[in-house]
């Protein structure tokens, strides 16, 4: 067993909280705790952070060497679940071996990662380091990495809108199994859970969907959708003023599943709404939902789909209103 503060035992925690925060639609409880034990160490961001740059090597390795990494430093039992489990259990064992303490360097010289977050119902303006204006949704976390060669972003959880400085330095955003490499560009990238969506305001984008062959440039007055499920990206036109609407307390939707759309609700709402039955999160919807009138949208749901709404004094639940 590891001894609680040592070396293996911060690096074993750091691989769990890279975990959870891959699983979809992580709560902002999740984002809050994670936040806590961050700052409980300092010990505990450095070894997140070069967990995360390690875990990105062996993710983008060529798939018979991230075998093989998987094969001698992961788990039998991590193996046998999803790679993300996998991944950070080798990971994990990969610092603890290394002796991230020492300062691994094998992501290059970086500044100190910042990270950023913001409460349910709360938009954020930020400036990142170089410059980039950044206009951070609600119930949203970001982490910026920035190196002598590269300026990395991950987007853990929500939705944020980039508006990117020009350098030299190649910027990545990285939101889930969807990688966004700017090519001068303002845009906006909205994930929730492992579905993302990103929308171009000025320039390009190259998307690069995780485990998938080739990669998709998007256009100023493009958007695309990933989807999870078929590992598909889909690309449309972008209606005027759709990209960051949620600034103006519109969430705009476009045949997505309600359990998307209750998840993105959800980073505005006081009450957070639930779904009695898990096969009401895939019905289809389309429109516009105010952040400033959420109960009233709650309210005429039954009037579109076939559900029931039961309100409580934290939380409302949608059920099926067939029998």
Known sequence: MDTPGS????????ADWWTRLREPEPPAQTLARWQAWLDADPRHAQAFEQLNALGELLRTAPAPRR???LEEFAPRAARARRWPYALAAAAALVLALLGWWGGWSGAGRQAAPQRYASAVGENRDIRLPDGTAVALGAA?????????ARRDVELAAGEAYFAVAHEARPFVVDAGPLRIEDLGTAFNVRRTGQRVAVAVTE????????????????AAGQQAEY??????LSVSPLPA?????WREHRLEFVNEPLAAVIAN?????????QLADPRLGE?????????TTIDSWIGALPHVFPVQVSSFADHVVLSSAEH
């Open 67 to 69: 075998r093989e990494l």
């Open 227 to 232: 989807d999870p499920r078929s590992g598909a």
């Open 7 to 14: 070396d293996e035992a911060i690096a074993r925690a750091a």
């Open 140 to 148: 949203s976390a970001l982490t910026a990495r920035y190196g002598d």
């Open 203 to 218: 320039g390009r984008v190259r998307l690069s969907p995780a485990g998938a062959a080739g990669r998709l440039e998007l």
């Open 241 to 245: 003023g759709h990209a960051a609407a």
């Open 283 to 291: 019905l289809m919807f389309t429109g516009t939902v105010n952040t």
């Open 265 to 273: 609700v959800n980073r505005y709402s006081r009450r957070p709404v």
